[in-house]
């Protein structure tokens, strides 16, 4: 009889381990461009980032749901794209799941030597809807700037890159 209790509360336990990951922010994910591939596929947007200074470094792509308390809120998005740069024709392309149909902004990072961090005078960025930026808002645009809305199928956008 307790084994068959341990038993099934370690199935229950195994079965809320593996609905965690579709539900977590924060999520580290590959660029599988398979995924944005032909209809039928989505919730996900295909991202061109175009616009890169060098073909040095990595670029980061981060997705975060469309509301002023998650925008550009550290651990507040949704899925990450780590990956070095290397640009085809000056553009790199994405796909990023999305949770459902909704309002979603994507930011963009280009960390021109590779070092982890933000480098004002040589890094890049940008964000869905391409909005300016300036020193004036450090960089970051508000969330009603960079929302878009992104179906039930696969959504294009381009972001291009600016630098200081």
């Avoid at 307790?2 to 038993?7: E, F, G, Q």
């Avoid at 381990?17 to 461009?33: F, K, S």
């Avoid at 308390?69 to 000056?90: F, M, Q």
């Amino acid at each position: 009889m307790v084994m068959v209790k341990v038993a099934v509360g370690l199935m229950s336990v195994a079965a809320m381990i593996a609905a965690v990951p579709a539900m977590a922010h924060g999520q580290e994910i590959a660029n599988d461009l398979e995924r944005c591939a032909g209809s039928g596929n989505g919730p996900a947007v295909l991202v061109d980032v175009r616009g890169f200074a060098a073909a040095t470094g990595k670029i980061r792509v981060q997705s975060y749901p469309a509301t002023k308390s998650a925008w550009l809120t550290k651990g507040e998005w949704l899925h990450r794209i780590d990956t070095p740069v290397r640009p085809a024709n000056g553009a790199m392309r994405f796909c990023m799941p999305v949770p459902q149909a909704g309002k979603y902004g994507i930011a963009v990072r280009h960390d021109r030597n590779g070092n982890g961090k933000t480098d004002i005078s040589s890094d890049g960025g940008g964000f869905s809807n391409n909005p300016s930026i300036s020193i004036f808002n450090l960089g970051k645009p508000g969330v009603d700037k960079a929302a878009f809305y992104a179906g039930p199928g696969v959504t294009k956008i381009t972001i291009t890159l600016k630098y200081m």
